[in-house]
């Protein structure tokens, strides 16, 4: 009729129409499918866009379930093959490979169930509930070559700022994506390392026996530990992805040691009890209790360990010799800040205490240190480890030679300060001061 309104044809019409007037040309087929892929990329709302091209309408089918995260039906109705068939009928008529389309669907749903966090890193009771049903979905078009982790990753990481931290781990968990590869897929490496510094300090901050999930926020914490070591001290890379391990490396690198730098500040600067801050030094540098990690060699354990210890020992060095003369008895084991004193338990004990005096020996000669630490570091190797006493002996036995022989006085002034500062502890843990300048004393023989 003249002047009538002409009806609108779907998207899934109008390709059809092509098809049926074009012949079949493989290459313009793949130029065609990679076009709708950049379309599904690119478009702003999922939703939108499956009501434009399903039949019966979005609101009516499984699609609606899975995006909008308000609807309980969307995780207890349904089988989890007719959502399978559903996805395959609509990347039929969208023209583009089933796993792109699901993981962007399952994405988005990811996305909603983190908005609006009731706490900056952990769900919520009903969050979490939605999650575990919506990760069975994607279990479920894993295990059916339906779903793409690449695309996934991607998808989720376009809107970084509303993950949560839980979420990122417990797609882990659930092997929906590992953390490697989550992290991995990361397209600014510095931005991740900013993301995962803060969301571990509010990790830490949760981590009391007042908090209501106190196992969660544990194994998160063990996990990414794990992961961050695994990636920054392992050998034995995989060469096929020496470049992307390389940069991860350092990614690991940087979170770890803005942790400890954060910690070390902390302390520095005076910790109230009770506070935030507090929260999260105890918690990180409780960390050192719970090492080894499952998955990571002993070998790369100990790396770690040392290049912690190391960081410690050089982190601000802000305080020089003159400064150590004139106030060694405040840098004494019972003077020590606690938490501290644990740090440096753990990482004597792990190290063993000759590879821990070998260790402040080689950083004393190659770096410019912190002498309050270097200081408390040694009280605290005699007074935990009766052993260590003569291996402190026989080191500054060897900074005494080394100074008349090669008229060295750094290596005099430090044997001096260590002498002085392991004296402090009392004849319990170590000769006396003046001991050490009457005639036939070990450090003379030698």
């Avoid at 068939?85 to 490979?97: H, M, T, Y």
């Avoid at 982790?149 to 931290?165: D, G």
């Avoid at 470049?243 to 400890?260: C, H, I, K, N, P």
């Avoid at 004990?349 to 410019?368: A, D, F, I």
Wanted: aromatic share 8%; hydrophobic share 40%.
């Amino acid at each position: 009729m003249a002047g009538s309104p002409r009806r609108r044809r779907s998207w899934a019409e109008l390709l059809a129409g092509r098809v049926k007037r074009q012949k079949h040309d493989p290459e313009r087929e793949q130029k065609l499918q990679n076009s709708a892929v950049q379309l599904l990329r690119r478009h702003q709302s999922m939703r939108d866009l499956l009501l434009e091209i399903e039949d019966p309408p979005c609101e009516k089918s499984c699609f609606s379930g899975l995006i909008d995260c308000d609807s309980d039906k969307a995780y207890t109705d349904g089988s989890h093959s007719f959502i399978g068939s559903a996805f395959r009928d609509q990347a039929s008529k969208l023209g583009v490979p089933v796993g792109i389309l699901s993981a962007r669907t399952v994405a988005c749903s990811v996305k909603l169930v983190c908005e609006e966090p009731s706490h900056p890193v952990l769900l919520s009771t009903e969050q979490r509930k939605k999650l575990f049903s919506l990760l069975e979905i994607a279990q479920y078009l894993l295990q059916h070559s339906m779903f793409s982790r690449l695309s996934f990753c991607q998808e989720v990481w376009k809107a970084q700022n509303a993950l949560l931290l839980e979420t990122a781990w417990r797609l882990h968990v659930q092997s929906v994506v590992s953390l490697q590869e989550l992290l991995e897929s990361h397209p600014d490496r510095r931005a991740l390392a900013a993301w995962l510094f803060r969301n571990l300090c509010l990790l830490c901050q949760q981590i009391d026996a007042s908090c209501p999930s106190l196992d969660v926020t544990r194994a998160m914490l063990s996990d990414f530990v794990e992961l961050l070591v695994l990636w920054g001290f392992q050998e034995n890379l995989d060469l096929r992805r020496v470049a992307e391990s390389g940069t991860m490396t350092q990614v690991a690198a940087d979170v770890l040691r803005s942790m400890l730098s954060f910690a070390l500040d902390a302390l520095a600067a005076g910790l109230q009890e009770e506070s935030s801050d507090h929260r999260v030094v105890s918690c990180w540098l409780g960390v050192f209790r719970a090492l080894p990690c499952g998955r990571v060699s002993a070998d790369a354990l100990k790396r770690f360990l040392s290049h912690t210890l190391t960081q410690v020992l050089t982190h601000s060095p802000v305080l020089k010799a003159s400064d150590a003369i004139q106030r060694q008895r405040e840098w004494s084991f019972a003077r020590t800040h606690p938490l501290l004193t644990v740090l440096y338990r753990r990482l004597l004990l792990m190290l063993s205490p000759e590879e821990s005096v070998s260790r402040l020996q080689e950083v004393l000669e190659t770096h410019e240190v912190n002498w309050q630490r270097v200081l408390s570091c040694v009280s605290t190797l005699v007074v935990c480890f009766p052993e260590a006493a003569q291996l402190v002996q026989d080191w500054v036995a060897r900074l005494m030679a080394h100074a008349f022989e090669s008229y060295h006085l750094d290596s005099m002034v430090t044997a001096f300060l260590i002498v002085r500062q392991a004296a402090l502890e009392g004849p319990s843990a170590f000769p006396s001061y003046a001991d050490w300048f009457k005639p036939g004393h070990s450090c003379d023989q030698s």
